[in-house]
C-alpha cells in the first residue's frame, strides 16, 4: 500500500513545496510476520531532527524485532510515545518476558549562525548551538503474562554524545537514568484490576564536568557550596550511584535518594453490572525527569475518581469525573506575607459529567455535559506586599457543551 503527495504552498509570497513519499508492506507466512513502513518527506533537513521515518519488523509470536523508528510501549512514567531510531526487541513467553530498545531519540545538529537581512542596513545574526546527539537503552524483563498477575522491572539509560574542548562547549551534555517497578493484579477477566508503577530518576545536566571523588567533596564542603550532611551523603552512595550515573555537582537533584525525584502510582478499577469505576492516587516529585517520556507533569500529588454507568440496554450513558491535585511536593515554595510564611501550595480540582443518548433506531446521538475547572491557592490577593499579591490564585471555569452526531 503506498500513497504519495505533492503540495504547494503560497503565503505571502513565501513558496513551499511539500512532497511525500508513504509506503507500507506486510506478508506472512504461518506464524511469521513481517511489516515494513517507509515515509519520505522533503521536509527532511540536517539542520533540524528526522523527518522520515523507516521500520522493518520481524514477528515470529514469542519474538519481534524491529529495525528503525519505532515507538515502544513501556510503563508510562518512563517511555511513553518517544521515537526510537534504532532496535527494539521483545521476547514474549507468557511467564517471563523482555521488552528491549536501543537507539537515538535525538539527532545531532551541528551549530550555525543564522543571517537575516532585514533591510539595507540592518542585519541580524543568531547563533544556534548544537543538539547533541542522545543515545538511549531501555529493558524491562517482566514475569507473569498479565491476564491476572504481571511485576515489571524497568532500566532505562540516555547519555548525549559530545566531544571536549570544541564549540560543542556552548550545550551542556546530559545524562538520564530511572529505575522503575510496575505490577498489574487483575480478576475475573479483569474486571477487578489493581495496578501501580514507580520510578526513581537520577539527571545530570553537564556531565562535561569531572565526577564526584572523597576529596572534591570534601572541598566543596570547605567551600560552602554543599551542606556537611549533603557531602556525608555523596561520599556514602558514591560508589553504588556512580555505578549508573555521573555524580557531579550537575545532578539534580544533587543528593537523589528522596521523593523529590521519585514518582509512584496505584490505581483499582471495577467493572460490573454496568458500570466502570475506577480510581487513581498519584504522585510525581518536582525533580523527577524521564527522557523518554516528555508530556509527565511533575510537582503533582493528589487523586481522581472516573465512573461510568451503561442504562437502558446500552442506550444511555452518564458519566463523571473528579480529580484534586496539588503542586509544591517537596513543601520548598514558600512566600513571606503580612500574615507570617505561607506554603504557596496550588490545588487543582477539575469535575466533568455528561450524560450521551444513543437511541436504537436510525437517529442522531445526543450528549448534554458539564465541567468545572477550579484553581486556587492560600495567598491573600489583597496582602499589601504587591510581589505577594501578585502570586495570588484563584480561578473559576464552567463549561457547558451539547454535541450531536449522525
Do not use: C
Not at 511467564?95 to 539527532?107: K, L, M, S
Request: aromatic fraction near 10%; hydrophobic fraction near 35%; avoid cysteine.
Amino acid at each position: 500500500n503506498a500513497q504519495a503527495e505533492g503540495r504547494n504552498e503560497n503565503i505571502k509570497g513565501a513558496t513551499t513545496q511539500y512532497k511525500r513519499l508513504n509506503a507500507r508492506v506486510n506478508a506472512s507466512y504461518g506464524i511469521l510476520k513481517t511489516t515494513g513502513n517507509l515515509q519520505l518527506t522533503s521536509e527532511e533537513q540536517t539542520d533540524r531532527q528526522p523527518q522520515n521515518r523507516y521500520f522493518f519488523g520481524l514477528d515470529a509470536k514469542y519474538v519481534r524485532v524491529g529495525i528503525g523508528d519505532a515507538y515502544p510501549r513501556f510503563p508510562s512514567a518512563v517511555m511513553d510515545g518517544r521515537r526510537v531510531r534504532g532496535v527494539t526487541a521483545d521476547l514474549l513467553l507468557g511467564p517471563f518476558n523482555v521488552n528491549y530498545a536501543n537507539g537515538e531519540i535525538v539527532r545531532r545538529v551541528d551549530s550555525d549562525t543564522i543571517v537575516q537581512i532585514v533591510n539595507d542596513t540592518l542585519t541580524t545574526r543568531t547563533f544556534r548551538a548544537p543538539t547533541f546527539k542522545r543515545n538511549l537503552t531501555i529493558l524491562r524483563p517482566s514475569f507473569g503474562k498479565g491476564e491476572n498477575f504481571q511485576l515489571g522491572l524497568t532500566y532505562l539509560k540516555s547519555v548525549d554524545e559530545y566531544a571536549k574542548g570544541t564549540i560543542d562547549s556552548t550545550t551542556k551534555p546530559q545524562e538520564n537514568v530511572v529505575l522503575g517497578t510496575d505490577a498489574v493484579i487483575a480478576f475475573d477477566d479483569h474486571r477487578f484490576e489493581i495496578t501501580g508503577q514507580t520510578s526513581l530518576s537520577l539527571n545530570n545536566v553537564d556531565i562535561s564536568v569531572p565526577q564526584y571523588e572523597p576529596d572534591s567533596v570534601d572541598a566543596a564542603v570547605t567551600r560552602g557550596s554543599i551542606s556537611t550532611s549533603d557531602g556525608n551523603n555523596i561520599k556514602k552512595y558514591l560508589p553504588i550511584i556512580s555505578k549508573l550515573i555521573l555524580w557531579n555537582e550537575n545532578l539534580q537533584p544533587l543528593y537523589p535518594i528522596g521523593l523529590t525525584s521519585l514518582v509512584y502510582e496505584a490505581g483499582l478499577a471495577l467493572n460490573y453490572f454496568g458500570n466502570y469505576l475506577k480510581g487513581s492516587y498519584v504522585y510525581h516529585g518536582a525533580d523527577y525527569i524521564s527522557v523518554g517520556t516528555t508530556a509527565l507533569r511533575r510537582d503533582v500529588k493528589g487523586f481522581n475518581v472516573f465512573d461510568r454507568m451503561r442504562l437502558f440496554e446500552n442506550r444511555v450513558f452518564l458519566t463523571g469525573s473528579y480529580e484534586r491535585l496539588q503542586n509544591n511536593t517537596s513543601g520548598r515554595d514558600t512566600i513571606l506575607t503580612t500574615a507570617g510564611k505561607v506554603q504557596l501550595t496550588t490545588t487543582y480540582q477539575t469535575i466533568n459529567t455528561s450524560l450521551s443518548y444513543y437511541p436504537s433506531t436510525n437517529m442522531p446521538n445526543i450528549t448534554l455535559g458539564y465541567g468545572v475547572n477550579k484553581n486556587s491557592n492560600p495567598v491573600n490577593p489583597n496582602d499589601s506586599i504587591a510581589a505577594v499579591a501578585a502570586r495570588a490564585i484563584d480561578e473559576n471555569t464552567d463549561r457547558y457543551f451539547l454535541q450531536s452526531t449522525y
